[in-house]
Nanobody
Framework: QVQLVESGGGLVQPGGSLRLSCVASGFTFRLYGMSWYRQAPGKEREMVAS????????IYADSVKGRFTISRDDAKNMVYLQMNSLKPEDTAVYFCNRPKGAYWGQGTQVTVSS
């Protein structure tokens, strides 16, 4: 059974940084690309970052380009999202998943507020 467990969220001030972590199990992690998504109240879930299975290519939403960095560690079955220069509009629950993945974990709450 696929399991995705996100962690690292919290309350930070605008301009601050957080590093989110996701540990995956139930599939051969190294064979899949991985993505980070977020969902804010009243908004659609959106993809914010994606990395290929090899780690060779990354894609970011325009809203986070230059501020967020996605990376993966296949030896640990983990994917990370380094978030810098955080803005209030980054406030959301953040999830990791395979592209088109059917199972969603609990997510981790990121709140950016002064």
């Amino acid at each position: 059974q696929v399991q995705l467990v996100e962690s690292g969220g919290g309350l930070v001030q605008p301009g601050g940084s957080l590093r989110l972590s996701c540990v995956a199990s139930g599939f051969t992690f190294r064979l899949y690309g991985m993505s980070w998504y977020r969902q804010a109240p009243g908004k659609e879930r959106e993809m914010v970052a994606s990395v290929t299975d090899t780690g060779g290519s990354v894609i970011y939403a325009d809203s986070v380009k230059g501020r967020f960095t996605i990376s993966r560690d296949d030896a640990k079955n983990m994917v990370y999202l380094q978030m810098n220069s955080l803005k209030p509009e980054d406030t959301a629950v953040y999830f990791c998943n395979r592209p088109k993945g059917a199972y969603w974990g609990q997510g981790t709450q990121v709140t950016v507020s002064s």
